[in-house]
């Protein structure tokens, strides 16, 4: 029953991505674009946990945390770029 | 009692996958950029939320261990999120007020004045609002 | 294990540990950097010195890094391969040092000698490692610490040639990865050993991506190594580059012959069926073009360095022309005859960059300039540096293109092979002649006031008549060295005894 | 003296457990390293708190944090309804600048984060005098009863905290 | 002894000139000459043993492996030459002390002369023929010096460069010539060579040995038609052509064929190819000799006709040609060194060397004019001199010569171009000294004085002796080098001035009369002369040179420009058609039996979403933003990817790497122009296109090849089975590379460290900053605060969690070098959020000691096991008990993992800090602007 | 579709897009392409392995299936240096740039923009 639960999810988080990659590549702001790829992460760490309980292990577990961390950074340094035209001042 | 506690993990995995959907399918079907900056909340705190229940719920159920580490990635996300949000809202309105660049403004329209001054993305901040460690170095008693 | 067992690391620890010291030591004392640098090289060359007289003995020693037997962990290798070629890096390395410190060109950045002594590092591991991706992975090193000297300095031109430099090693260092990733799928192994005994044993359906590894090896090497067509990079480079940093790149594209020399009769030796000497049907012809483009480059250049380098692409087309035979005779020459071009090609540039400080704004362009400080010494030092790189007597050059005319000479290609190399040798000798006599000679306009130069100090002049003299020395011990080069010929053509060394002599 | 090990009682602390959280586990040895990471850290830091809240812990967090964790399930179904059945002509999507009494930046983003992470609103900006907040609403029917809803709910609890 | 002595007398000299090159004129030529003193003075003393018929010998192993030794010997026509060289030498130091002006360097020129007499020295000799070569080419070398000596005169550097290609050219021939005839006769050793004629001459390699020895040959000699160098060698102080472009260099080449005579003579080949080839030079070149006008020219060009006399003579192939012409050698030494002499003094003493300009000298220099006369008589074939017999026995032996099948030809022929001679001589004698006075425009004009005079004194007096006394003062010497040359013992010989009314008289006479005849005639010649435009060999030469010169040039300039891309398109296109070639040769590259892994839904969107984020980033590759979050995609796949592959090790680390790249870019962009207008062409981008895509097929064929193949786990297994025993760790990714590869490891982290070295310097001198600033206004808010606040709060979480995936690396996936960039990343969240804290610029020498120290601290690890007596980065690990807090594992890869973090954590922050550094430095010059344009 | 076929397919992909931008003349887009030829680069090296899927090489005893270790430790050493090479290839098409006044790949300067050396 977990495991129909977790094909089940598989296939809504695929359809999750496919949803962030054509915002992705839509626009047609470039918020739009930040915006699309930053839940794009959120979906992908979703996803690894996904994998994680497919697997039954928790090897995966600090790839989705260190992905939490990292595409916050990368996601707040394109906007800071967009808005400050800098990203370290 | 397993069983329950089986189909309390299917539930949980099934609600966090939906509202995963359901968060980036706002970012594809809402009119513009603001509007759909509150599809991956959803994916953040539902969606994420409850994956990560279902997968420390899913290892006491496999191995009989307590798995708490799953929580720091929600720790993370909690912290993140909103300011991921603040930030791509602050370039929507920087880029809206822009002249050359035309953006959508969304249903709501342009913001209104805060009353006294302007927003920080518009207006520098004021100095008794301390954020940069360069300021906090001139700071009394450190 | 003993002392002498553990010297085979020396190399590679020395300049590990010194290459940070002297980053250290820069921070706070410029002199204590210096001297510590200065030391490490002095180290070097005696553990390299030692370490050759180890491998006289002929036996071929196994150094397993981290006690993991070979295959299962990186193992160094010392020959007598590998012991000449660190002798001849470390020798070198030295001179230039001295010439850089001596010049004060070291310090025109704050890392000359910590990269100096990274590359070296990157060098003397890429000699002696026993293991294909800890090849490439002291490639990398040696490739990157080249870029931090080839813009020592700096400067717009150097920096624009940086960028093609460096993006052409970045895609040659893909397309190995690719190789080993090829031969990793194939054999499961990257010991260079172990390599050989599986290629010797694979079977008709694994040919043909051995084989495709094998080509995408020999490319990396040749571009690495400069042969034609993959020379495009090395003349921008090495002009852009100060000659003295460019002195010390002269090894560097004999770091491709030699991964030639180490990997082919190992791996696609006559040992390897089908695969035997796989890369020498388009090795030769790339040679004799390398040799004639290198030395038709020698005769239309309009500065020296510029000269000097197209020298090294002519020599090493000459070097490849001899390699690409693969048999043990022309091997014996190509070594002593790579030898020579090391350091042949190195006194060029030093000698480029003499004549450069001292002749002001007229630089090394093969123009006319009023008299300058040193002059006669100057273009004594130049036409010993050119005797040498051409290969006129008496310098080691004559006897090295000697040695590859006579081992070549019951080759079927010899006629290609010695008109080309005589042929490219009397365009070197034209080219420097004229350029000489223009830059020495020729004094304009006649009777105007000497260069004013600001350093009255003969100090650069040292480093490169020492190279000369090393030169010369190759010349008088001619017997010795050819019997060395014989010896580790020999050697390079039993694989087996390589393959016993390392994997021990029962097959796993 | 305890200042001078325990500069910031509270993030020590707070390593401690997420140290234990990470480790999965609480034995011995979790406790002995989590503890030291825990003390160093906070003083490794210590150049960037230079002015750290005080923050009172007790009743009034714990119902700030059952009120927020009940707030954004709440909101999540909500603002599912309108994704899923709402049509765009029919969004009823608003501006709301809230007017702030909390003073210190760390709290000011405590209570914009929340908002933000309750769907349905987004804190855009801080107006440049940090006394107001300007927040994007996906879905209101009223924007003074939304504005004072946040500030009931959420301000009102975190000026007790942020004391 | 003795031989070495002889050889290396000179070089030692060179040496001490050059060395003591302002040692005083004296004193220089003391040395000089003193070399040459004493190499005569042992000549002489070893002189009587070699004419009796034994050899001197030495032999010294050089270079067995190529049977290049330095064996030198001493036989006859050895001892000829090198007295000669010597002999001559000696006369040509005192005469150039006398010519030099004060002001010269003499100590320069005198070393170079006597680096050449070494170089000659050895030629005489060797007993090697590779020994040989090496001073063969030493005289090619030694001789463009001297040419070049007066190094301000174009005509100086351009006669010494020509000569230096076309004798250096032609002793490269003589390389691959005696290499060849070393293989052909089994040795390079002179005596075991001169011993195979037989098998030398019927080896098939024989016509290839005799055209190269031969180009050798006839370069150095100057022979038609490589004769053009040497009138130009005249460029050369006066001392160096009467020493190197007369008496011995140019006679190297006669040597050799004299040396080589008994194993290439005697075939047809030789005959005609030397033979003819003789008699044309000796033709031509005395034709040209009478209508040139500078001394040194007609001087030059007689050399090459008499050069080619003896050459004709040795072609003959006849013991008593031989003869002749090792007697000529000995003659025209003795006279042309004269003669050149002669030339040098009315040259130093009048200023000008054209003879229309110059006449009636013997009334103003009664002592140059009677040797010059004597001289020129011997040059002319006269009575009583040495030039008369050695003439008389060229006419002897060309009346012999069938050449074409007719015996008329060759005596013909001689004739006339010995009636050439004779008027060229005649000419000089009557033109320069006697008949109308013109003096010149400058100089004293008098007889020099005896430094200049006694050694052409010394050498009409030896022309004269030669005509006189010849048996007695040649005669044993002679026989015994004929006998050298001819291989044997001479044939009879009788050297005497008279020989009886024979064929050889009659055409000696008719030679003289003819001769004054043609003299007397010769002017109308030369005006039609005048007019012509003959074919000039030099012109011709230069020409060649130049128009060799500007192809190869524009080739070159065209193949080496400066041009990335096209180095990348060679690359690649390289290794594609190497890699085709490569699976065509071995008919193919076959797909595996493995079985392949079905893929899932979400493999297959995500697959989707690589490929169309990589075909994005390649359409939008002028839109950089675009272009990055694209890119961001693909490393977000691939991360996803290796998780679902069973690779968190690198899942982590992409994910880590890919922020930090994106950051750098980031950084970067900000900084270079936006949207840059497209570079290339259409077809260009088709061809790249084309080129890309069959490197596309190519790599994913080859990829798919590999997977598809069942899998060879050798070495790996080893890794799984020993990674817990044999180390501790459970996490045998990490234990792969901090312990069984951690050599690649250290090697890595070094990369890292240099590239953070690298770009340190590259952004560290005060950049001149000219960024073109972008239109847009910035927003104010530097440091937006719920970000700087959220970036404070994440800071100890994030440094918590560095700590954490480090500490656990070793049995989980993790390990210091994504520990190090989560720390990396955390520090520059803060630079981020909150800006360059005070403390920037001094932390940047915390990332420098960071790298070293973590370079140190991985390499001592490594040799802390030698102290343990193991290999380098040998490994150790324990399980330590402690109280409360349990089993600890203490491995040393521990350490080494530590050092790891440490070189990456300053790379990557040295890296960041000093980009955001020079964004900084932009930002304030354009602060400015910003402040303007935000309303 | 096989897992092994998205591989090599997405290999294929990356080194086309790799080899055409490097091929580009401006610094940006080469450094692109480098970056999307380093990803397929390591992708294949990583293939060398096998693909494996939730079998991660971490030891536990009597497990006998797992992903070849081997490969992935070549490949993080081949992301490092990769990332050190990028890294180095970025700043310096910036110096350039700055130096220069041009973004080519050469230097070159650029006739539209009046920029660079003449
Ligand atoms: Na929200
Ligand atoms: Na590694």
Not at chain 5, 635 to 651: K, Q, R, W, Y
């Amino acid at each position: 029953m977990i495991e129909v639960a977790l094909n089940i999810a598989a296939i809504a988080i695929a359809l999750a991505l496919l949803c962030n990659g054509w915002r992705l590549f839509r626009g047609p702001a470039l918020g739009d674009r930040i915006l699309a790829l930053d839940t794009m992460v959120i979906n992908v760490i979703a996803l690894i946990l996904l994998i994680g309980m497919i697997g039954g292990s928790s090897t995966y577990f600090e790839a989705a945390l260190v992905l939490a961390m990292v595409g916050f950074v990368s996601t707040v340094a394109y906007c800071k770029l967009l808005l400050r035209g800098n990203i370290v001042e | 009692m397993i069983d329950a506690f089986a189909y309390l993990v299917a539930g949980l995995i099934l609600l966090g996958a939906a509202f995963l959907l359901l968060g980036s399918w706002g970012l594809v079907r809402l009119p513009s950029t603001m509007e759909r900056l509150h599809g991956p909340t959803m994916a953040t705190t539902l969606g994420v939320g409850s994956l990560v229940l279902a997968s420390m719920l899913h290892t006491r159920l496999q191995s009989g261990t307590w798995s708490t580490h799953e929580l720091l990635i929600l720790l993370f996300l909690f912290i993140t999120t909103p300011v991921s949000a603040n930030m791509i809202a602050k370039v929507h309105l920087h880029r809206q007020r822009m002249a050359d660049i035309i953006e959508p403004a969304g249903i709501a329209g342009e913001p209104p004045n805060p009353g006294n001054g302007d927003w920080a993305t518009f207006e520098a901040p004021r100095p008794s609002i301390a954020t940069s460690t360069a300021d906090l170095k001139r700071l009394p008693g450190d | 294990m003993t002392l002498a067992d553990q010297l085979i690391i020396a190399p590679v620890v020395i300049p590990a540990v010194v290459a940070p010291l002297t980053l250290l030591a820069m921070l706070r004392q410029r002199g204590l950097a210096v001297g510590l640098s200065l030391a490490g090289c002095v180290a070097m060359l005696a553990a390299a010195v030692a370490l050759f007289g180890l491998a006289q003995d002929g036996a071929i020693r196994s150094y397993a890094v981290g006690g993991w037997p070979a295959p299962f962990g990186i193992v160094l290798v010392l020959d007598r391969l590998s012991a000449a070629m660190l002798g001849l890096s470390s020798a070198l390395a030295l001179i230039v040092l001295l010439h850089a410190t001596l010049t004060a060109a070291d310090r025109k950045g704050r890392h000359f000698h910590s990269l100096f002594h990274f590359q070296l590092l990157g060098l003397n591991g890429a000699f002696l490692t026993g293991d294909l991706f800890n090849l490439f992975v002291f490639f990398e090193v040696l490739l990157i610490a080249s870029y931090g000297l080839m813009l020592h300095g700096q400067g717009a031109a150097r920096l624009k040639a940086a960028v093609g430099y460096v993006v052409v090693n970045v895609v040659g260092s893909a397309l190995f990865l690719i190789a080993l990733g090829v031969l990793y799928g194939v054999t499961g192994t990257l010991n260079m050993a172990d390599l050989a005994r599986r290629i010797a044993v694979s079977g008709a359906a694994d040919e043909g991506m051995l084989r495709i590894a094998g080509v995408l090896l020999m490319t990396v090497f040749g571009l690495k190594a400069a042969i034609v067509p993959l020379h495009l990079w090395l003349p921008r480079t090495y002009v852009a580059t100060m000659p003295v940093v460019a002195a010390l790149f002269a090894i560097l594209t004999k770091v491709g012959v030699y991964a030639m020399i180490r990997i082919v009769p190992l791996l696609f030796g006559k040992g390897a069926g089908a695969l035997a000497w796989m890369p020498s049907p388009w090795l030769f012809p790339a040679a004799v073009i390398t040799a004639v483009i290198g030395f038709a480059g020698v005769f239309v250049a309009q500065a020296m360095r510029k000269q000097a380098a197209f020298a090294l692409v002519g020599s090493t087309g000459t070097l490849v022309l001899a390699v690409s035979c693969w048999t043990q005779a022309t091997m014996a020459a190509a070594l002593f005859y790579l030898v020579h071009a090391t350091l042949a090609g190195a006194a060029l540039f030093l000698v480029a960059d003499v004549t450069m400080r001292r002749r002001g704004q007229y630089d090394d362009a093969a123009v006319p300039s009023p008299r300058f400080a040193g002059q006669q010494a100057t273009g004594v030092l130049f036409l010993a540096s050119s005797i040498a790189a051409v290969g006129l007597p008496p310098l080691s050059g004559f006897i090295g293109k000697l040695f590859i005319l006579q081992t070549t000479a019951t080759t079927s290609n010899w006629i290609i092979l010695w008109a080309t190399i005589l042929g490219t040798t009397l365009i070197g000798v034209i080219g420097f002649a004229r350029a000489g006599s223009i830059l020495f000679w020729k004094a304009s306009p006649n009777g105007a006031d000497p260069i004013d130069s600001p350093n009255r100090s003969n100090a650069d002049l040292i480093a490169p008549t020492i190279l000369i003299g090393l030169l010369a020395a190759l010349t008088i011990g001619a017997g010795w060295a050819t019997a060395q080069a014989q010896a580790t010929a020999a050697q390079i053509f039993a694989p087996q005894r390589y393959i016993t060394a390392v994997l021990g002599s029962v097959p796993r | 003296m305890i200042r001078l090990l325990l500069p910031h009682p509270a993030l020590s602390a707070t390593l401690l457990i997420v140290w234990l959280l990470l480790a999965n586990s609480v034995t011995g040895g979790d406790l002995v390293l989590g503890a030291m990471v825990s003390l160093i850290l906070p003083k490794v830091t210590a150049p960037f708190w230079p002015d750290r809240p005080r923050l009172r812990f007790g009743g009034a967090l714990v119902a700030f944090l059952a009120v927020v964790l009940f707030d954004i399930v709440v909101a999540n179904f909500h603002v599912a309804r309108v994704i899923l059945i709402r049509r765009d002509r029919d969004l009823r999507a608003r501006w709301l600048v809230i007017p702030i009494e909390l003073t210190t930046p760390e709290a000011i983003t405590v209570l914009a984060a929340t908002i933000s992470l309750t769907p349905g609103t987004v804190s855009s900006d801080v107006s440049a005098d940090g006394r107001a907040l300007l927040v994007h609403a996906l879905d209101v029917e009223d924007e003074t009863t939304e504005i004072a809803r946040i500030k009931r709910r959420y301000e009102a609890r975190l000026l007790r905290i942020f004391a | 002894m003795v031989l070495t002595t002889l050889v290396l007398l000179p070089f030692v000299a060179a040496m001490i000139l050059s060395l003591y090159a302002r040692a005083g004129r004296v004193a220089q030529m003391v040395i000089a000459g003193g070399a040459s003193a004493v190499g005569l003075g042992l000549l002489l003393v070893a002189a009587p043993t070699v004419l009796a018929g034994t050899p001197l010998s030495a032999q010294l192993t050089w270079v067995p492996a190529l049977g290049l030794h330095a064996s030198l010997w001493l036989d006859p026509l050895g001892l000829l030459f090198a007295g000669l060289i010597l002999g001559i030498g000696l006369l040509v130091v005192v005469y150039a002390h006398g010519y030099l002006a004060k002001g010269e360097a003499t100590g320069r020129f005198l070393s170079f002369l006597m680096l050449f007499q070494g170089a000659m020295i050895g030629i005489a000799l060797s007993a090697n023929v590779l020994l040989l070569l090496v001073f063969w080419e030493l005289t090619s070398l030694s001789s463009f010096l001297l040419i070049g000596f007066w190094r301000d005169r174009p005509e100086a550097r351009q006669g010494a460069r020509m000569a230096l290609a076309v004798t250096g050219g032609g002793g490269l021939a003589l390389i691959a010539g005696m290499l060849l005839l070393g293989r052909a006769a089994g040795s390079y050793e002179l005596a075991t060579i001169l011993a195979r004629a037989d098998i030398v001459q019927a080896s098939p390699l024989y016509p290839a040995i005799l055209i190269l020895t031969l180009l050798g040959a006839f370069t150095k000699s100057a022979q038609f038609p490589f004769h053009f160098w040497l009138p130009h060698a005249m460029a050369a102080p006066t001392p160096v052509s009467a020493y190197l472009h007369s008496a011995t260099m140019v006679k190297a080449g006669v040597f050799l064929l004299a040396r080589l005579w008994p194993v290439l003579s005697s075939t047809d080949l030789w005959f005609y190819l030397v033979a003819s080839t003789g008699l044309v030079t000796m033709l031509f070149g005395a034709a040209v000799a009478l209508f040139r006008n500078d001394l040194k020219a007609i001087l030059a060009y007689s050399t090459i006709s008499q050069l080619g006399l003896m050459v004709m003579l040795l072609g003959f192939g006849t013991p008593a040609a031989a003869t002749a012409a090792v007697f000529h050698i000995l003659n025209h030494a003795a006279f042309k060194a004269a003669l050149f002499m002669n030339v040098g003094i009315v040259d130093h003493e009048t200023g000008t060397r054209d003879i229309r300009r110059l006449g009636g000298l013997a009334a103003l220099m009664p002592i140059t004019a009677t040797l010059g006369t004597l001289a020129a008589a011997s040059m002319a074939g006269l009575p009583p001199l040495g030039g008369f017999i050695s003439k008389e026995m060229m006419f002897d032996q060309s009346t012999h010569a069938v050449l074409a099948g007719q015996s008329w030809l060759v005596p013909i022929l001689t004739t006339l171009a010995a009636v050439l001679s004779v008027a060229y001589a005649l000419r000089y004698a009557i033109g320069l000294l006697f008949g109308r006075t013109h003096v010149g425009e400058a100089g004293t004009r008098h007889d020099p004085g005896i430094a200049m005079l006694a050694p052409s004194v010394v050498l009409v007096v030896i022309a004269i002796a030669l005509g006189l006394i010849p048996m007695t003062i040649a005669g044993p010497l002679v026989a015994a080098a004929t006998g050298s040359v001819v291989g044997g013992r001479s044939p009879d010989l009788h050297l005497a001035l008279w020989h009886g009314l024979n064929p050889a008289f009659g055409l000696s006479a008719v030679a003289v009369g003819a001769g004054a005849l043609v003299l007397w005639r010769r002017a109308p010649v030369a005006d039609w002369l005048a007019t012509r435009s003959a074919p000039d060999a030099k012109r011709m030469f230069d020409a060649a040179m130049r128009s060799a010169f500007d192809r190869t040039r524009r080739v070159s300039g065209v193949v080496h420009a400066a041009a990335l891309q096209r180095y990348l398109f060679v690359l690649f296109a390289v290794a594609i058609v190497f890699a085709t070639g490569a699976t065509l040769t071995s008919g193919g590259v076959y797909t595996g039996s493995r079985p392949r892994i079905p893929a899932s839904a979400v493999a297959i969107v995500a697959w989707l979403g690589l490929i169309v984020a990589t075909a994005a980033v390649v359409i939008v590759q002028r839109h950089r933003y675009l272009a990055l979050l694209f890119l961001g995609v693909v490393g977000l796949v691939i991360a996803l990817a290796f998780v679902h592959l069973s690779a968190p090790d690198l899942a982590l680390t992409q994910i880590a790497v890919e922020v930090v790249t994106i950051l750098l870019m980031l950084l970067a962009l900000n900084m270079l122009p936006k949207s840059p207008p497209t570079l290339s062409s259409i077809p260009r981008r088709a061809r790249d296109a084309l080129l890309g895509g069959v490197a596309g097929v190519g790599t994913g064929w080859l990829a798919w090849a590999v997977m598809t193949r069942p899998a060879v786990a050798a070495v790996s297994a080893f890794h799984w089975a020993n990674s817990y025993a044999g180390t501790g760790g459970r996490n045998v990714v990490n234990v792969t590379l901090v312990d069984f590869r951690a050599f690649d490891t250290l090697g890595e982290i070094i990369v890292l460290g240099i590239a953070g070295l690298a770009i340190y310097a590259l952004l560290e001198p005060a950049v001149r900053v000219r960024i073109p600033r972008s239109n847009m206004p910035h927003s104010p808010d530097r440091h937006p605060m719920m970000l700087a606040t959220a970036a404070r709060a994440l800071l100890p979480l994030a440094l918590l969690v560095g700590l954490h995936i480090f500490l656990r690396g070793h049995n989980a996936p993790g390990g210091g070098f994504v520990a190090a960039l989560v720390f990396s990343i955390a520090i520059f969240m803060q630079y981020l959020a909150s800006g360059f804290g005070s403390t920037s610029e001094r932390r940047r020498d915390y990332d420098h000691a960071l790298i070293a120290v973590g370079i140190l601290i991985a390499t001592a690890t490594g040799l802390g096991s030698l102290v343990f007596d193991a290999p380098f980065l040998s490994s150790s690990f324990g399980y330590v008990h402690l109280p409360l807090i349990g089993e600890v594992e203490m491995a040393t890869a521990t350490l080494f993992d530590a050092g790891v973090a440490s070189v990456v954590v300053g790379a990557v922050m040295m890296i960041l800090a000093q980009l955001g550094h020079l964004t900084q430095r932009v930002a304030r010059i354009g602060a400015v602007s910003d402040e303007q344009a935000v309303p | 579709m096989s897992l092994e076929f998205l591989i090599a397919s997405a290999i294929a992909v990356l080194t086309a897009g790799g080899v055409y931008l490097s091929l580009r003349g401006r610094t940006f887009q080469v450094v692109l392409g480098l970056t999307l030829l380093s990803h397929a680069v390591n992708l294949f090296l990583f293939a060398t392995g096998r693909l494996v899927v939730d079998r991660p090489p971490l030891y536990a005893r009597g497990v006998t299936d797992h992903a070849d270790p081997l490969p992935q430790a070549l490949v993080l050493t081949a992301i490092v240096i990769a990332f050190g090479m990028t890294a180095l290839a970025v700043i310096l098409s910036l110096r350039s740039f700055i130096e220069s006044g041009s973004d080519h790949v050469d230097g070159l300067a650029d006739p539209d923009r009046g920029e660079g050396e003449p």
